[in-house]
């Protein structure tokens, strides 16, 4: 599968975005999908997730009441709303898909080992 992020830019705290990532290739709706976000200097870290149908979401405590991501299977495309964004959430976000199927045990995992396949980032920048 490939996996095509965009809707990065420059924002001002409090402002939202909303990221999208296309997929192509292997039927989308085979896979798991999820968000990671890597800062300058840092580590890549998971930030949401969502099973194959939509039906199960999952968040790191950082962005959870504020980020919200969805998918849409017809479309081949998963989303990552991003409301009353701060400095601190200015980092390269990544798109992913995953053959395993979600779970707690699986969202576990994912955060400390990533997923298998990974898209090209798109660059979040919010300023104070």
């Known amino acids: 599968v490939q996996l095509q992020a965009s809707g990065g830019g420059l924002v001002q705290a409090g402002g939202s975005l909303r990221l999208s990532c296309a997929a192509s290739?292997?039927?989308?709706?085979?896979?798991?999908m999820g968000w990671f976000r890597q800062a300058p200097g840092k580590e890549r870290k998971f930030v949401a997730a969502v099973s194959l149908s939509g039906a199960s979401t999952y968040y790191a405590d950082s962005v959870k009441g504020r980020f919200t991501i969805s998918r849409d299977n017809a479309k081949n495309t998963v989303y990552l709303q991003m409301n009353s964004l701060k400095p601190e959430d200015t980092a390269v976000y990544y798109c992913?898909?995953?053959?395993?199927?979600?779970?707690?045990?699986?969202?576990?995992?994912?955060?400390?080992?990533?997923?298998?396949?990974w898209g090209k980032g798109t660059q979040v920048t919010v300023s104070s």
């Open positions: 992913a898909a995953d053959t395993r199927e979600a779970g707690d045990t699986w969202v576990a995992y994912v955060i400390r080992y990533g997923m298998d396949y």
């Open positions: 290739g292997r039927t989308f709706s085979s896979y798991a």
